[in-house]
Nanobody
Framework: VQLQAFGGGLVQAEGSLRLSCAAS????????MGWFRQAPGKEREFVAA????????YYSDSVKGRFTISRDNAKNTMYLQMNSLKPEDTAIYYC??????????????????WGQGTQVTVSS
């Protein structure tokens, strides 16, 4: 599976961005998906995950209530709507496919294919 994340950019605090992750190469709906992020000098951090159908989601406590993960299997695309952004959300955001349709853990070891990342910068 090839993944490409896009939609990042520079936004002021309390603003919004929507990230997209386009998939190709294998059947998109065969995989649960996830978003992770990595800030400079920090380890990669789980953000959100969604199962194959989109009916089950999981968020980190740091983004719960502000971010919404979704997917459109007909378009082979996953989304991350980010609202009420904070400077601490600044990071490179990566999308990844899970090991199967149902696995939506926050453990990055459970994810198989990764996109190249898109930069999100939130100014105060």
């Amino acid at each position: 599976v090839q993944l490409q994340a896009f939609g990042g950019g520079l936004v002021q605090a309390e603003g919004s961005l929507r990230l997209s992750c386009a998939a190709s190469g294998r059947t998109f709906s065969n995989y649960a998906m996830g978003w992770f992020r990595q800030a400079p000098g920090k380890e990669r951090e789980f953000v959100a995950a969604i199962n194959w159908s989109g009916l089950s989601t999981y968020y980190s406590d740091s983004v719960k209530g502000r971010f919404t993960i979704s997917r459109d299997n007909a378009k082979n695309t996953m989304y991350l709507q980010m609202n009420s952004l904070k400077p601490e959300d600044t990071a490179i955001y990566y999308c990844a496919t899970s090991r199967d349709r149902y696995y939506i853990s926050g453990d990055p070891l459970g994810y198989r294919y990764w996109g190249q990342g898109t930069q999100v910068t939130v100014s105060s």
